[in-house]
């Protein structure tokens, strides 16, 4: 990251890959947000791109991006990242420009489940891939951008299994609040763009998903039943945090 400036560059995915090298700065990190969605396939509107880093270097993945040129925010608590009235709330976030974000989200927050970025970032990890992962689809019409080009393969995001999964838990750590809709929207466009392609099968989701997972696919009565029962058990085991106001 060291030796990248910006200085006005489009967001494409050249520019996501120079920000991912925080990895150079000894911050390990994934692709996060809607941009990581048009990875998979699904067409979706990109209002910038986010990243998941570790909770203890979060700062110091806030600076090392204004050391490089970012803006700050324009907007300050007015910000859809800061307000969380549209998106998770961003630990903190910097600017491409006034309608284009950088938010930077803790792992605590999002990818609890993961083990240590350290470990994940390893290229025999099966969770963490490439941004340029031939699994990945290519850009095709009516679909999203797809994977990235070899030569940007240094992104490192979820894989699609492991992604979804997030997102469940997401949905049943933040249970009848504002955010439910929203990942039941991301949600219904795995079931849309991604299930059934060569990144995704619901037989490798963990058996505690997969119950809730085929229902809602299958359009099933009791889906919502069996997502309570899948809370109740994560709260059981305690594998699901309480999220504070």
């Not at 994940?120 to 679909?143: E, F, M, V, W």
């Amino acid at each position: 990251m060291s030796s990248f400036r910006f200085d006005g560059q489009r967001l494409d995915d050249k520019l996501v890959t120079s920000i991912s090298l925080l990895t150079a700065a000894g911050i390990p990190n994934v692709l996060w947000g809607n941009y990581l969605l048009t990875i998979y396939g699904v067409p979706t509107v990109v209002e910038g791109v986010a990243f998941v880093v570790p909770d203890a270097l979060v700062d110091r993945s806030f600076s090392t991006l204004r050391g490089a040129g970012f803006h700050l925010c324009p907007e300050n608590l007015d910000c859809v990242y800061s307000n969380g009235r549209r998106y998770l709330r961003a630990t903190t976030h910097l600017h491409i420009a006034d309608n284009l974000a950088i938010p930077l989200y803790r792992k605590s927050d999002v990818l609890w489940d993961l083990p240590d970025f350290e470990l994940a970032s390893k290229d025999n990890y099966p969770h963490i891939i490439s941004a340029s992962d031939t699994r990945l689809p290519l850009a095709s019409l009516g679909r999203g951008r797809g994977r990235f080009l070899p030569e940007l393969k240094s992104t490192r995001i979820p894989s699609a299994t492991k992604y979804c999964e997030a997102i469940i838990l997401l949905l049943c750590r933040d249970h009848d609040t504002l955010y439910t809709g929203y990942w039941m929207s991301i949600l219904t466009y795995i079931l849309e763009f991604v299930d059934g392609t060569d990144m995704f099968d619901e037989q490798y989701l963990g058996e505690s998903y997969q119950k809730f997972y085929h229902a809602l696919k299958n359009g099933d009565s009791n889906t919502f039943g069996l997502l309570d029962e899948l809370r109740h058990e994560l709260i059981k085991k305690r594998l699901l945090p309480i999220q504070e106001d």
